[in-house]
């Protein structure tokens, strides 16, 4: 007879449950201004509606490059032109030994790309690199967020995941740049998958 | 004044310089001698480059034989056009059609030389492609160059695709002179990306027009929303349907009312405009307003348009009417994404005549406490807020006595 153990049925559904979280948090209007307007003063701008943070995320569309938001982390398209980009994708499914295979530990990658000429902004007056704010308003709205999907909370501790942390190299070493952060949040078998 | 203008002063009009002397002699030989060969024939020749309307011209056609050939680069792909009138211009990237064939012309005419004549190359392939904001699928006549190259597939450990890349040339024109990277094109069931172009050489200081386009496409990999049969790349990409809301059966001679219709791209409404227009039984206008004007026994058929998606009510034209009544619900949503509210206005018509009755709504499929808000505003108004999206749509039926109407809604995701 088969074990029971975990299927997780609600992973798939947690990449898009964090960006549901992220366009709901008020919190986190910064983050949406420093990832559409690719100028030094993007946080000047108007707060983003829901339509347009929407209009960032590309799903099943081709023309990917009109596009700032990804659930994958190859873009086949050509990016013409200097903009942030994010990705958010899971890299690790791990296992908790404790729990005999019931829970396991999820590891979502988030790429921070964006062009070296548009790299800068000003924050509180003060020029800041772009990935480093964008990262810290990602941290200051997920970290510790209760994602729906995930059992417990999204994290960037180490002791949930090793894999937690913030790296710096991505780009292709001529014109984008980039960090990735890792966080993780504990998988885990649901009744209701929250739809 | 230098002497020789005064000279020519003097002479009057009578007076030519030796270049219009020469050119008038050639144009008086070429006249003369024009029938006189076995060069020629009448082709078309497009009337202005990017308008696609062509006219008959005679020239003498000739074969080029100035270049080096091989297997690939076939001498009947390039022919040598002279015309008659010396001082015919023609620019380049015009098109030609002759021989079954449409051509485009890449040495142009020059006043330099004493005749005038052209050097055209055969097109060997059609490019297609959709305009994703209007609906209508465009094509031109195009070359593939010859030399196809990084054949070599795209290997990795984890898996081989194909590779290929070819210079594709096109008439520059005002459709033509926007694509950029990315833009896909399928040739004979192999779809190509433009990677890079060349759309800066202009022809002259003053238009800055770029009459001739290359560029450099790569193999790319199909796509389920190619349309490989008819070769237009990301054509299911956008599903424009054509929505008339009212349901019109029949009604007498000189009726007038109105339609309205929605354009949705990929099942959401847009705020595109139709157009409209009728058969000979009725008269229609731009916002929708008809007139019947057929015969008792005969159709009127109504249709709107945007781009290559239609749809159309047919009325039968009746000597006296029963009461076809009906609820028209506007906007007529199929998808409410989560986050967003929709105010619907429901409508009695009575035979194609709005009605003040109330109309009453019932909402169910979806849960009530957690996926959506329901709000009756009066005056039959509503309004639907979609708070969690659902599996289940939501089915909402309108009602006034015995009329009812039903819509499904899905409760889609905040994206």
């Known amino acids: ?13 947690i990449p898009y449950n964090i960006l549901q979280y992220l366009m709901t948090d008020d919190g986190a209007e910064n983050f949406w201004k420093a990832l559409k307007y690719p100028t030094y003063d993007c946080l000047s701008k108007p707060n983003l509606t829901l339509d347009e943070k929407s209009d960032l995320v590309c799903f099943n569309q081709t023309n990917q490059e009109n596009y700032s938001i990804f659930l994958t982390q190859i873009v086949e398209n050509m990016i013409p032109d200097e903009k942030p980009i994010l990705k958010i994708y899971k890299i690790k499914t791990g296992f908790e030994s404790v729990t005999n295979g019931k829970f ?38 997920l970290n510790g967020a209760e994602i729906n999907g995930g059992a417990g909370f999204l994290e960037f501790n180490n002791t949930l995941s090793r894999n937690c942390g913030s790296y710096l190299g991505l780009g292709n070493s001529t014109t984008y740049t980039g960090v990735s952060v890792v966080m993780a949040i504990r998988l885990a078998n649901f009744v209701n998958t929250g739809c | 004044m230098s002497m020789m203008d005064d000279y020519m002063t003097i002479l009057g009009t009578s007076y030519q310089t030796p270049n219009e002397y020469f050119r008038g002699l050639s144009q008086a030989y070429l006249t003369s001698q024009w029938d006189n060969t076995t060069l020629l024939e009448t082709v078309k020749e497009e009337t202005q480059r990017g308008s696609f309307e ?3 011209i005679d020239v003498w056609k000739d074969g080029i034989i100035d270049f080096t050939t091989n297997a690939l680069k076939d001498e009947k792909n390039y022919r040598k056009l002279m015309f008659e009138n010396c001082n015919h211009e023609v620019d380049r990237g015009r098109f030609y059609y002759f021989d079954d064939n449409y051509w485009l ?24 492609w959709i305009d994703p904001d209007t609906n ?59 990677s890079g172009y060349n759309n800066y050489m202009q022809d002259d200081y003053v238009t800055k027009d770029t009459p001739l386009l290359f560029f450099d496409i790569y193999l790319d990999e199909i796509l389920p929303t190619d349309d490989m049969i008819n070769g237009i790349a990301n054509r299911y990409e956008y599903n424009y349907q054509v929505d008339i809301l009212e349901s019109p059966i029949e009604n007498i001679n000189g009726f007038s009312g109105q339609l309205t ?36 026994g005969s159709v009127a058929t109504l249709t709107a348009t ?53 109309i009453t709504a019932t909402v169910g499929g979806a849960d009530s406490n957690n996926n959506y808000t329901w709000v009756s505003l009066g005056g039959n108004q509503f309004t639907l807020t979609n708070n969690l999206r659902s599996v289940s749509p939501l089915v909402i039926t309108f009602t006034s006595g015995t009329t009812t109407k039903v819509m499904n809604i899905v409760l889609g995701a905040m994206l």
């Open chain 2, 105 to 128: 012309v890449y040495a142009p005419t020059t006043p330099i030389e004493l005749y005038s004549d052209i050097s055209v190359r055969r097109c060997n392939n059609i490019a297609k």
């Open chain 2, 261 to 296: 219709a929605n354009v949705l791209l990929n099942g959401k409404n847009t705020n595109k405009t139709v157009t409209w227009s009728a058969n000979s039984n009725a008269t229609i206008d731009v916002n929708g307003n008809y007139t019947l004007n057929g015969t008792v």
């Open chain 1, 1 to 13: 007879m088969k074990q029971l153990r975990n299927t997780f049925n609600t992973m798939p559904l």
């Open chain 1, 104 to 141: 396991s530990i999820g590891d979502y990658r988030f790429d921070i790309l964006y062009g070296g000429k548009i790299g800068v902004i000003e924050y509180q007056a003060t020029p800041v690199n772009r990935g480093d704010f964008i990262e810290m308003e990602l941290l200051k709205s």
């Open chain 2, 136 to 194: 209508v699928i465009h094509e031109l006549p195009c070359i593939l160059e010859y030399d196809d190259s990084s054949s070599k597939e795209r290997i990795d450990k984890d898996i081989t695709t194909p590779n290929n890349s070819v210079i594709l040339i096109l008439q520059g024109n005002n459709d033509t002179i926007q694509f950029a990277q990315n833009k896909r094109f399928i040739f004979n069931g192999r779809p190509f990306m433009i």
């Open chain 2, 54 to 56: 062509f006219s008959d």
């Open chain 2, 306 to 358: 945007y781009g290559s998606s239609t749809d159309s009510v047919s009325i039968n034209i009746v000597s006296s009417i029963v009461n076809n009544r009906e609820i028209v619900v506007t906007p007529n949503t199929t998808t409410l994404r989560q986050g967003r509210s929709v105010t619907f206005t429901a409508s009695l018509y009575s035979n194609g005549v709005v009605q003040s009755d109330v």
